[in-house]
């Protein structure tokens, strides 16, 4: 098993996951590369922590009636699933279909919308806007319970076009009036009661009633409507026929994956791939697993050049570090700080700043947010006495005949943690914090938990990098 | 046992309670009840991490007047809550509850006065880990459910141990992260085996007598009970928290009836609709037992849509008058029943 297979399989498990451990590397290396994207892209059972457990230690999680509730609920299941890709596609989508709790004062909808993105998360592109639309959380943030048959209200239909399929240049005004037509009578059960309460944040009188969809007959508009030139009685599901075939949303959908996936910035070399992921689209019948199955056996997104060319978003930095260090295995006091440091972050799930979503890649990065990212990853990588930090020291000492040298100790160190590249002048200024603190000395019967400790603090100050930053 | 009385149809007689975000009126996450000689009606309210500082017992009567509420705050210090579970009131007016985060039992008049606590985690005699039931015999004897011990512990009121039985397995006696505990007349000793989905009985002193129930969402069968208790005939009121429903069985553990939740507008609710027109207005209008899509069909998402149903029952308790009061923490209010003798 060779380096360069392990930084392969580290690069594609950071990107389509969030990220792992050297042992998981390993086992993932020993099926293959290609085998892996398969598993990847065809989930089997999440075997993620159980809901019943979940529900029972955290009232607030059965009520879903907080937002940093739900947020720490999926962040549970982002550490401890077994199917990292399906909960960063449910992630993907959510920053795509943006959907803030802000207006709609239902954590438990925003909840079932994420539950809906991962049902679809890669199958049929149609399939997903479908379900988009029928989605109640998405209906009230798009106000399409006030688009009636006599009184269209645009909103929905334009953000269809311009935000979640297309781009805007793709169609004109009369296009985004047809397709709100299209969606006259697509609202919510019980759209009167429900829109008085999310617009009151009522909690009363027996707190949150869950949403879902209805679709009203008599308030559909059935007439003749054109759109991006095809004539007929449309209704919502006719319009998004149409949309998928359009070569735009190809273009859209391989773009936005792209910038997810690969790079923050599409140059000419990620173009060329985009070119392969629009023709896999149409070929597949618009199915998002083989888009991204193209995507991830690309020679560009294998090559050297994509590594480490993304920065970390704030929910990937924060569930990677949990996942490394092992914790929040099992219900935990305090579990829904983990949603309120993603916000602190710049990314507070079901909080994006508008439904545009978030601005990633570099954008990511301010003087506040790096603050909040180096401590959060330091306190979780910090501490030798959370599992998987344990057993991460546990692994660098197996078989060490003598004290690790500070820069040995940086190299094990940035090795398990990616394996990072690090710059020269980096591995300098770390050598020379190791060599402050001495020697460690992981031999068995004399490593002690200060050995252990000084990994730790070499961990912690690794994370600060701008190395460990980016994905 | 056999069954001296034939299995009458348990009927709805009213909802009480109301969602609050504040301490006064009102409930925040209930978890439990307990009742008072006087007439009172104690309700333990856990609350939720947003509105932990608001941990209180609240307190009523069956008009539905609010009598005040009474607690020694949130936190770590004498007589504090974090996540408290279960209540329980002896002949002296004295509150007992346990604390799942603090893992200890904590003693407090209904004047809100400190009065002991006592436990730490482990698993010594004494010691608890995660308690979470709690029921008191007419001898004055504290039985405490132990999840993380698998385990019963029983204590005097002082909070000296008595013993405990169980461990960990599905056999008979084991335990699988048990809840609720009720007792009968007689004192024997039933315990929600919550992720075993049965029900066990013992003696008073932990001799295995039966167990009723198995996964599934039948007849008679349970998801994750979370509580039980039993009327002086003997018939067995589980809430079956993962199916949302309450399942009554005979004494033998037969089927007698399922209920799925029928809540109305108690006398707060009213008070609130009355003076929110908008509200009650669209309210009105709508249907609050609609037909669901086809991917919201589990209990929990039903429950989450159908505001009659039961949605989180996390205690059930019979008073005085064998009325059956079935504790909703996600949905702030106590749904009571009552069996139809004869």
């Known amino acids: 098993m060779s380096n360069a297979d392990i930084a392969l399989m580290a690069h594609l498990m950071r990107r389509a996951g969030f990220g792992a451990s050297r042992d998981e590397l390993e086992q993932r290396v020993a099926r293959g590369y290609e085998n892996v994207v398969e598993d990847l892209v065809n989930p089997g059972t999440p075997n993620a922590m159980p809901d019943d457990v979940i529900r029972r230690y955290h009232v607030d999680m059965a009520e879903m009636r907080e937002l940093n509730s739900a947020g720490a609920y999926w962040i549970y299941r982002m550490v401890t699933t077994d199917n990292p890709l399906e909960e960063k ?10 959907t803030g709790y802000s207006k709609l004062n239902q954590a438990r909808a925003l909840m079932n919308q994420i539950d809906t993105f991962r049902r679809h998360s890669m199958g049929s592109f149609h399939t997903m806007l479908v379900e988009l639309s029928r989605d109640p959380a998405m209906i009230i943030w798009l106000d399409n319970n006030d688009n009636h048959k006599d009184d269209i209200n645009e909103n929905y239909g334009r953000e269809l076009l311009e935000l979640f399929s297309m781009g805007i240049g793709n169609y004109t005004e009369d296009d985004v009036k047809e397709c709100a037509r299209a969606f006259t009578g697509w609202t919510l059960g019980n759209a009167e ?16 009633i869950a949403w879902h969809f209805q679709y009203r007959d008599h308030d559909h508009d059935d007439g003749e409507k054109t759109f991006l030139g095809h004539t007929g009685n449309f209704n919502g599901e006719d319009i998004i026929n149409i949309i998928v075939q359009q070569e735009a949303t190809a273009r859209f959908v391989s773009t936005r994956l792209f910038q997810f996936f690969a790079a923050d910035e599409v140059d ?21 697993r083989s888009v991204l199955r193209t995507l991830f056996n690309s020679d560009y997104f294998k090559s050297e050049a994509a ?27 305090g579990a829904d700080q983990l949603a309120r440091y993603t916000l602190y972050m710049g990314q507070g799930i079901f909080q994006p700043p508008s439904v545009e979503g978030w601005h990633e890649g570099s954008e990511w990065i301010d003087s ?38 500070a820069e040995e100790q940086v190299d094990a160190c940035a090795d398990l943690l990616g394996p990072m590249q690090l710059s020269s002048a980096t591995r300098t200024s770390l050598s020379e914090f190791a060599g402050e603190q001495g020697e460690a000395d992981l031999r068995a019967g004399t490593r002690t938990e200060a050995d252990d400790q000084r990994i730790a603090n070499l961990l912690r100050l690794l994370t600060a990098t701008r190395e460990y930053q980016l994905a | 046992m056999t069954t001296a009385v034939a299995a009458g149809p348990v009927e709805y007689l009213k909802t009480i309670g109301l969602t609050t975000n504040q301490s006064g009126r009102g409930f925040t996450n209930p978890y439990d009840c307990a009742f008072a000689p006087d007439g009172r009606i104690l309700i333990l309210n856990r609350c939720d991490t947003v509105r932990a500082s608001l941990v209180r017992i609240g307190m009523m009567n069956w008009e ?38 603090q893992h200890r039992v904590t003693a407090l008049d209904t004047d809100g006065n400190f009065v002991r606590q006592w436990g730490e985690k482990g698993n010594a005699a004494g010691q608890m880990n995660g308690p979470a039931g709690l029921a008191m015999n007419a001898e004055g004897v504290l039985y405490v459910v132990e999840q993380g011990n698998n385990r019963v512990q029983r204590f005097t009121t002082s909070g000296e141990s008595l013993g405990t039985w169980g461990e960990t397995g599905d056999g008979p006696g084991q335990f699988n992260m048990p809840w609720g505990v009720g007792l009968d007349p007689a004192g024997n000793v039933y315990v929600a085996d919550w992720r075993n989905d049965r029900i066990q009985k013992f003696t008073a002193d932990g001799q295995f007598i039966a167990a009723y129930g198995a996964s599934g969402d039948g007849d008679g069968q349970l998801s994750r009970p979370s509580g039980v208790c039993v009327d002086s005939d003997g018939y067995m009121y589980v809430s079956d928290w ?36 908008d509200e009650r207005n669209t309210r009105e209008m709508s249907n609050l037992v609609p037909e669901l899509p086809p991917h919201l069909d589990t209990p929990y998402l039903i429950s989450s849509q159908t505001e009659p149903y039961f949605w989180g029952p996390v205690s059930v308790r019979l008073d005085s008058e064998d009325r059956l009061f079935v504790v909703e923490s996600n949905r702030h209010r106590i749904q009571v029943y009552q069996r139809r003798k004869g």
């Open chain 1, 368 to 405: 506040g947010a790096l603050v909040e990212r180096v401590n959060f990853v330091g306190k979780e990588l910090g501490d030798p006495s959370n599992p998987g930090v344990k057993a991460l020291i546990d692994r660098m000492s197996a078989g060490v005949e003598r004290p690790l040298s």
């Open chain 2, 64 to 101: 539905e007047d609010y009598l005040g509420e009474f607690s020694r705050g949130y936190g770590r210090g004498d007589g504090q809550w974090i996540l408290p579970v279960a209540i329980a009131l002896d002949d002296q007016g004295v509150v007992y509850v346990t604390d799942e985060q």
């Open chain 1, 268 to 288: 000419a070399a990620g173009e060329a791939v985009i070119e392969q992921m629009m023709a896999t689209y149409f070929a597949s019948n618009y199915e998002i």
């Open chain 1, 307 to 333: 590594r480490f060319a993304r920065v970390k978003g704030p929910v990937e930095l924060v569930v990677g570090a949990v996942r490394l260090a092992g914790t929040y295995q099992e219900p935990t006091f």
């Open chain 2, 242 to 277: 993962g199916n949302e429903r309450v399942q009554i069985l005979d004494p033998d553990g037969g089927f007698v009836q399922s209920l799925r939740g029928q809540a109305t507008l108690s006398k707060w609710a009213q008070d609130f609709m009355s003076v929110n027109p």
């Open chain 1, 89 to 98: 596609m449910a992630l993907f989508w959510h920053s795509l279909f943006a």
């Open chain 1, 193 to 208: 009661y429900m829109a008085t309460r999310a617009s009151r944040d009522s909690i009363w009188p027996y707190s949150r």
